[in-house]
Structures are given as structure tokens and as C-alpha cells.
């Protein structure tokens, strides 16, 4: 494998690929990091080795904390390789000159894109001997854990908020882990966790485990480059709960412009939070390079971190690429929901309708350029989040009769 | 007296204690108790005299940065419990 060891991102110090995620010395966060010297050819080459590869997420595996490919009875669940659509509707509707293009990770087999980080961080877990995943979860990734599990046929303990949203609680018990619902919010879920996580002897795919799992997140940067012939788009907006997606974006495109695999520059990244739980998008405002906590009250239950652990790191992204983290009203994520769906067919949840609704204020705004190729990426399912469009448009109810109907619907007598 | 929990990464430089039982009416005067006992740590947890940046520290639950910070007043018998701070997801 290409990865070399857990580098401390606040000092530096290096430790092996075991299942740690902070510095003993500063109790920062440890990343993965890696050698490529080793990967043999040209960028030419690279690019058909890559082509050759599965159509899931383990085409990338040279630029992932594993050895080799997954396969057999431990190859998981098949995911990733989700649809880039270009949507020229929603780049009108916005009135936006340039080119819009939606990656929908809505497509993985448990509808959000936490499908690719617990592929990796239980393909991880699995080669340092673990046998028990567990997780802690404002929902989306609670569905992904319990469904590995299954399909590699490992125990799981996944933790989530009591409040959650039904269809998530449903969706996630079905797969047969232990389901724990915690009497608190998210951060308290987190910090449960954390304290779990030195106690037993499991893989938390967050916590312990948490550097491969986020390494996941890169192969998202990987397909849209992919996608769009090998070129990095303009601008992204992404959304951000603990801000480990954004900052992983950024790693991904720039491991493969250092391979010479992309040209050009970083995208512009642009933060998409909810008004209601929106600690990174304040600080940013404030100019401020750290994130105060806050107890969050949105809709958009996904992104609901109150205490962003990547927020300092998202911060530095948004600025240096010349982008910005904004936030939304509930109204305004609901809104974006309805934007979505219907000028592109796609159905996404809250954190969807944020990062819709983002993309609606920038170009409000007007700082989306008339040649710019965007790309928004949208992480889960709208059936998850149901309640966010009940009472959001109007239904007709009919007899079975053509008159009814075009009486009804149609509202006018019927013309013999 | 105050029990402060400490996490498994930071117990090998309090000679293995999970607890250490400390004095002090507010969290800043409980670190220097529990500083004072095991002084490696103070390294570990402050950084010029504030929490470092990763490092959480919780009052009977409720994260100190949503109450007075190191001046959070600790009642008798309180609980705090050192976390290193995760990002979630």
C-alpha cells in the first residue's frame, strides 16, 4: 500500500497505520499519509491502471490506507462510481451563464455518501483485526455501518440521537445491528462514543478508526475529476457538518495534481451550513479561524454538529481558495429540496436542500462567473428526510369519472 | 473534591490512573490540582495557559466552552471528564 503512516496534522509527529485518531503528544487529529513514488508510469499510464479498475470506489485503492483491493467475501458492499448529471434547468432557473453539474451520492447502496468512508474504514479495520464496527451517527452513516456489517457479516453497534428522523431509524434497524438510541443530541452521542472507543475493543469508524474512514471522502474528488475527463471543476459546494468532506475534497484533487493526473488550480470552495447549526459559517463571517461550539436547531439533522472538529481546516480551505461557507434558514433548505428535484429529477435530503440553497445565494449573489463549470454535491437520499417536503405542494382528489377529473384538475365543464 | 476522568491516551503519563481525584472550585484551579499531581500533563492538555484546541473537557456532561471556559465554577462532588475532541459525521 501506498500509505506510509498517521501523520499528527497540529505537530507533525508520526505514528503506524494502527487504529488511532489523535496525537498523544497534542491531541491532534492524525491523518493518513502517503509515499507514491512507488506508483510505476506516467500519468498516461496511471489513468488506464485507474480505468481498468472496478467500477466502485476500489479503483482508487493506490490512493487509499489499504492493501490492495477488497475482494471475495471481504469485498463489502459495491460503492461509489454515483452519477455526475449536468443540469442545465438549475443553471437556468439560478441564472447562471456557466455550466452546473450535480454529483448525486444519493446512488450508493445506502442512498447517502458515508457509503465510501465505511468502505474504507471497515476494509481497514478488517486488516487490523477487528471484528465489531460501531459508529456514532446524525443518521446517514448509522445506514451505512449497519449495512457493511451485514454484507461482510460482521457484529455492529451503531449510536445515534433519540430524536431522529424516523425513516433513518427504520432503514438503519432493518439490517439486524444494535441499534442504541441515545437521550441527547449529536455531540453527545460523539463524546459517548469517544469514551466507548477506549473501552472496547471495536472498530468506531469515527473515532478509532477514523482516519481511514475519512480517507473515503477523497474518492468523491476522484470521480468528479474522472468524470469530467480528467479536469478539476471551478468551483464546489459542498456541505459541512464536522467539515472532514470539504477538507477531504481539497486533499483528493490535490494528491492527483501533484501526480500530474488533473491540471490547473484548486476549485473555489464554497461551505454550505444550515442557519441553525452553523458554527463554521459564523466563524468565517467573523473571520475568526476557530469555530465556537453552538447546540444545534435545524432541520437539516445531518449536518447538526454543534462542535466541528475539522471546522479550523474547512476555514482555511474556503479562504485560500477564495470561496466562503454560508448558511441557510430551514425555509431556504426546504426551498432548495424543491429547486432540486424539480428542475433535475433528483430527491435529496436537508443536507441536499442546503447545499442547493447555498448554491441559489451565490448566485444571488453574483459571484459565480458566466464561464464557471460548478459542481454541487448532493450526499443523501430526500427519502430519508420526508418531513422536510410534507404540506410543500397541493394534491387532487377525484372520482374515478373523466368529469371529476377535468372538473377537478382541469377546472373547466366538460365539452361534448 | 472533584473526580476528573481521564481519557486512555493520557493515562500512561498519570501512571495508569483512569480517575484522579483533585481540588480546586473552578475547572482552571482543578487542572492546576491535577497538574500539580502529575505535571506531564499539563503539556498535554493546556497550551499557554489555555485548553489546547483538540482537547475537550466536560462538566457533568455539558462541554466547558458552552459555560465560563476554565473559569466554569465546579460544585462539590462535580465530574470532569477529558476527551480528545472528534469531528463526527
Known amino acids: 500500500m501506498n500509505a506510509k503512516s498517521l501523520t499528527c496534522r497540529e505537530c507533525g509527529f508520526e505514528y503506524p497505520l494502527e487504529a488511532r485518531y489523535v496525537c498523544e503528544r497534542c491531541f491532534g487529529p492524525v491523518e493518513v499519509a502517503y509515499d507514491f513514488s512507488g506508483l510505476d ?13 472496478p467500477q466502485n470506489i476500489w479503483r482508487y485503492a493506490d490512493f487509499l490506507p489499504v492493501d490492495g483491493l477488497p475482494a471475495g467475501a471481504h469485498a463489502g458492499l459495491p460503492v461509489g462510481s454515483t452519477p455526475l448529471v449536468k443540469a442545465d434547468r438549475l443553471a437556468a432557473a439560478l441564472g447562471l451563464g456557466g455550466e452546473v453539474w450535480v454529483k448525486n451520492d444519493a446512488h450508493n447502496p445506502t442512498h447517502s455518501f458515508k457509503d465510501r468512508v465505511v468502505a474504507v474504514a471497515s476494509a481497514r479495520a478488517r486488516e487490523l483485526g477487528m471484528t465489531t464496527l460501531a459508529c456514532a451517527s446524525t443518521g446517514n452513516l448509522a445506514g451505512a455501518v449497519a449495512a457493511q456489517a451485514a454484507a461482510l457479516g460482521l457484529e455492529s453497534y451503531v449510536f445515534i440521537p433519540s430524536n431522529l428522523e424516523e425513516q433513518k431509524i427504520l432503514s438503519t434497524g432493518v439490517y439486524g445491528t444494535k441499534l442504541v438510541r441515545v437521550r441527547g443530541n449529536y455531540d453527545d452521542v460523539n463524546r459517548l462514543c469517544t469514551e466507548l472507543s477506549g473501552e472496547r475493543d471495536w472498530a468506531f469508524v469515527n473515532v478509532n478508526v477514523r482516519p481511514y474512514y475519512a480517507e473515503g471522502s477523497k474518492t468523491l474528488a476522484y470521480e468528479i475529476a474522472e468524470q469530467l475527463d480528467w479536469t478539476v471543476p471551478d468551483r464546489i459546494v459542498a456541505p459541512i457538518a464536522s467539515g472532514s468532506l470539504f477538507t477531504k475534497l481539497k486533499k483528493g484533487f490535490g494528491e492527483w495534481r501533484e501526480l500530474g493526473l488533473i491540471d490547473g488550480a484548486d ?13 463554521v459559517a459564523t466563524a468565517f463571517a467573523e473571520g475568526k479561524d476557530f469555530c465556537k461550539p453552538v447546540k444545534p436547531d435545524t432541520i ?4 447538526a454538529i454543534g462542535n466541528p472538529a475539522d471546522g479550523p481546516y474547512a476555514l482555511d480551505i474556503a ?4 470561496g466562503s461557507i454560508e448558511a441557510v434558514t430551514d425555509d431556504e433548505i426546504r426551498h432548495g429540496i424543491k429547486l432540486l428535484a424539480e428542475t433535475t429529477g433528483i430527491f435529496t435530503e436537508t443536507a441536499g436542500g442546503v447545499t442547493t440553497a447555498v ?5 444571488d449573489q453574483g459571484v459565480i462567473g458566466d464561464q464557471e463549470r460548478t459542481v454541487i454535491v448532493i450526499t443523501g437520499d430526500g427519502l430519508k428526510t420526508l418531513d422536510a417536503v410534507r404540506g410543500s405542494f397541493e394534491s387532487y382528489e377525484v372520482d374515478p369519472n373523466m368529469n371529476d377529473f377535468i372538473t377537478t384538475v382541469e377546472g373547466q365543464a366538460l365539452v361534448s | ?25 473552578t475547572v482552571g484551579s482543578a487542572l492546576e490540582s491535577l497538574f500539580t499531581q502529575h505535571e506531564e500533563l499539563r503539556g498535554r492538555i493546556t497550551e499557554d495557559g489555555e485548553l489546547r484546541r483538540f482537547v475537550n473537557i466536560y462538566l457533568s456532561g455539558e462541554d466547558i466552552r458552552y459555560l465560563e471556559g476554565l473559569e466554569t465554577p465546579v460544585p462539590a462532588g462535580g465530574e470532569l471528564t477529558i476527551l480528545p475532541a472528534v469531528a463526527g459525521g
Open chain 1, 359 to 363: 448554491l441559489k445565494k451565490l448566485a
Open chain 2, 1 to 25: 473534591m472533584t473526580v476528573i476522568k481521564l481519557p486512555t491516551q493520557l493515562r500512561d503519563v498519570a501512571g495508569g490512573a483512569a480517575e484522579v481525584t483533585v481540588d480546586g472550585d
Open chain 1, 300 to 303: 437539516a439533522k445531518s449536518l
Open chain 1, 267 to 279: 476549485p473555489v470552495m464554497n461551505g454550505a451550513q444550515a442557519t441553525g447549526c452553523s458554527p
Open chain 1, 41 to 53: 508510469g506516467d500519468a498516461e499510464s496511471l489513468r488506464r491502471r485507474i480505468q481498468a479498475g
Open chain 1, 319 to 322: 479562504r485560500k481558495t477564495g
